[in-house]
């Protein structure tokens, strides 16, 4: 069993920054990806970024140059920095775990089906 608490959300203007942490509790043994969620009101739930446990991270489009996502193996840790924030950023953000990937699973990590756990989410608003 895994368990995923976030926390670090908050309101901020834009152009600000925040930090998102994930805490990481259970049993990853051997490949896994870890990944940051966004759900805005009235739409679907997206991808923001990713992370394997080869240290290789992807991001959606729209955060590329100010997300990033980091792995804090010894805490226990996922991170996500977020700079220069945008209105269009205001969410409730997820933490996302698959501990046991798959040797032969060789897709992209930016969908929600690849994550079996899920955090309850912190919610971040950035205003203009």
């Known amino acids: 069993q895994v368990q995923l608490v976030e926390s670090g959300g908050g309101s901020v203007q834009s152009g600000g920054s925040l930090r998102l942490s994930c805490s990481v509790s259970?049993?990853?043994?051997?490949?896994?990806?870890m990944g940051w969620f966004r759900q805005a009101p009235g739409r679907g739930r997206e991808a923001v970024a990713a992370i394997d446990s080869d240290a290789w991270s992807s991001y959606e489009d729209s955060v590329q140059g100010r997300f990033a996502i980091s792995q804090d193996n010894a805490n226990h840790t996922l991170y996500l920095q977020m700079n220069a924030l945008k209105p269009e950023d205001t969410a409730i953000y997820y933490c996302?775990?698959?501990?046991?990937?798959?040797?032969?699973?060789?897709?992209?990590?930016?969908?929600?089906?690849?994550?079996?756990?899920w955090g309850q989410g912190t919610h971040v608003t950035v205003s203009s």
């Open positions: 259970g049993d990853f043994s051997g490949r896994y990806v």
């Open positions: 996302a775990a698959e501990p046991n990937l798959p040797a032969w699973y060789s897709g992209g990590y930016l969908t929600p089906a690849v994550y079996k756990y």
